[in-house]
């Protein structure tokens, strides 16, 4: 699980620096801008979105039923996902105000940049429907997912998990038979939504004991990787074209016999933890490396290659200092109790404060 969450994050972080690169370079890209056409590489948010309706589940298991378990459930959240979030969109205001062509898309106002803190999604001036920070519109979903999760984990866990996935289902059905005419509703009601659900009903086969032989575990991964290249570009389709691809890759993943443990699997267990932190850091690394790029007047066969390798290369070491310096300690003082969950829910590959 720790591996494909990685995997996920360098995706997306693949996805950004090759957009940029064949931007800057244009028919000099080379196999760079046919690789970054050849699949769907943002997808990574897809297989995030499943992922994080399994380990909510998950990790919620010995919440389900108790008196405080919804409040233990949204504080652990909040302070796993926000802290790093208001940092990074602190960083990118601060950017912002030192160097605005560094930045694309206009800002807002106070208000504007409120609702990007509060996780409330709110259009842009040129209409993007996406925050100060442009990466947190994934963490929008994420965010209205928990809100609708918490009350639900009073009940039990099997109810808990049908009624949220029914009322989130039926949430984007209404969206879609009678649009709504409120933005946020709107967006909410997106039916990527749908991938949460996904999620949260393969840690219910986890949790009943449901494992796949290991003839389809190899072939799911196999399938999944076709269906994202054969629909890269029916973005209009994403939870169809992009959702299932994930659910099965995410399937493969976690319906499978334990593994035994090896350095191998400690090294993605590391990058895992660190997802999160990639996932927010990268942009900074890649505007930092595109300002050096004009600077310097890069050409050439190889420069765009060393723009992406070399960009990958920077923003996951600062992704790894980051959750071990910054990011780790900020849960654990928020979240104090978080040892108690870890070793009620032991899975091989995945930590209980894992979202992405």
Same mark, same amino acid.
């Given at each position: ?214 003839? /389809?575990?190899?072939?799911?991964? &196999? =399938?999944?990787? #076709? @269906?994202?290249?054969?629909? !890269? $570009?029916?973005? %209009?389709? +994403?939870?169809?074209?992009?959702? /299932?691809?994930?659910?099965?890759? &995410? =399937?493969?993943? #976690? @319906?499978?016999?334990?593994? !035994? $443990?090896?350095? %191998?699997? +400690? ?90």
């Amino acid at each position: 699980m720790q591996g494909l969450r990685a995997a996920a994050a360098l995706a997306v972080a693949f996805s950004h620096f090759a957009h940029d690169a064949v931007a800057n370079a244009g028919d000099q890209a080379g196999w760079v801008g046919v690789v970054a056409k050849f699949f769907p590489w943002d997808a990574g948010v897809d297989v995030f979105f499943v992922i994080s309706g399994f380990v909510i589940v998950h990790a919620s298991a010995p919440l389900f039923a108790a008196r405080r378990g919804p409040l233990t459930f949204l504080h652990h959240r909040l302070a796993r996902i926000v802290p790093l979030y208001w940092i990074m969109t602190a960083a990118f205001l601060a950017v912002l105000a030192g160097s605005r062509a560094a930045i694309h898309g206009d800002i807002g106002g106070p208000g504007f940049i409120a609702a990007s803190l509060f996780f409330i999604p709110w259009p842009r001036p040129d209409g993007v429907m996406q925050p100060a920070f442009g990466l947190g519109w994934t963490l929008n979903y994420e965010m209205f997912f928990y809100l609708v999760f918490t009350p639900f984990v009073l009940l039990r866990r099997g109810l808990a998990v049908g009624g949220a996935a029914v009322l989130l289902a039926s949430f984007v059905v209404l969206g879609l038979l009678w649009p709504f005419h409120n933005l946020q509703l709107a967006y909410w009601a997106s039916p990527i939504i749908l991938e949460f659900c996904a999620g949260m009903l393969l840690a219910q086969c986890y949790a009943a004991g449901f494992r796949l032989p290991l003839a /389809v575990r190899l072939v799911l991964p &196999v =399938a999944a990787l #076709v @269906l994202l290249h054969l629909g !890269a $570009a029916a973005t %209009a389709l +994403r939870p169809l074209a992009f959702g /299932v691809p994930a659910l099965m890759l &995410v =399937a493969g993943c #976690v @319906l499978a016999p334990p593994f !035994a $443990a090896s350095r %191998a699997a +400690r090294v993605l267990v590391i990058l895992g933890d660190a997802s999160y932190a990639m996932y927010l850091v990268h942009p900074f690394i890649m505007r930092g490396l595109t300002v050096l790029w004009h600077k310097f007047h890069l050409h050439g066969a190889f420069a765009v290659p060393i723009y992406v390798l070399a960009g990958l290369a920077v923003a996951q070491g600062c992704a790894l200092a980051v959750n071990r310096y910054l990011e780790r300690k900020l849960t654990r003082r928020l979240r104090p109790g978080n040892r108690v969950i870890d070793e009620a829910i032991q899975m091989p590959g995945l930590r209980a404060d894992g979202i992405l």
